[in-house]
């Protein structure tokens, strides 16, 4: 039995297929409990620290490199959109939080933060990153074992 009702859900996405499915977890999950979705990417501080020049590269590469993240950026935000569209065919207020840092660190500081009232957070199994673990990615596992909120994984 639920003795605490589920009001806002944290959903980290990436656009990853695992962060999808973590995404229809969460919207079927919301339905039931008419909760809200915060849905939060958290682009990895190592892809900026690889794209950025070295103090000896020409202007060109540094132009580049912004035009690199801006990138990553516009693809999370589309991802993100995307997401929001599709809880709002389910009658789902969907919330967007984008930032750079350390995917689970920060969806754990999120998570703990007061103000958002996050009360379970949906993960997906693996997502985009390059460390494949046996059976859970490196981030999903980080969120588990930090989260003093529920977590719920989906493979």
Known sequence: MIKKKVRNILVPLDGSK??????????????????????????????????QPAD?????????SYDIIKQFKKNAKSF???AKLKAAKQGILFKIKMMQGQPGQDIIRVAHDKKNK?????????????????????TSNYVIHRANVP???VK
């Open 18 to 51: 695992n962060s999808i499915r973590g995404l229809d977890t969460a919207i079927y999950i919301a339905c039931k409990c008419h909760a809200i979705i915060i849905g939060i990417n958290v682009m990895p501080v190592s892809i900026y620290a690889a794209i």
């Open 80 to 82: 993100l959109e995307s």
């Open 151 to 153: 977590v719920v994984v």
């Open 118 to 138: 996050i009360d379970l957070i949906v993960i997906g199994s693996r997502g985009r990153g390059s460390a494949k673990e046996l059976f859970f990615g490196s």
């Open 56 to 64: 000896f590269m020409p202007v060109y590469s540094t132009l580049q």
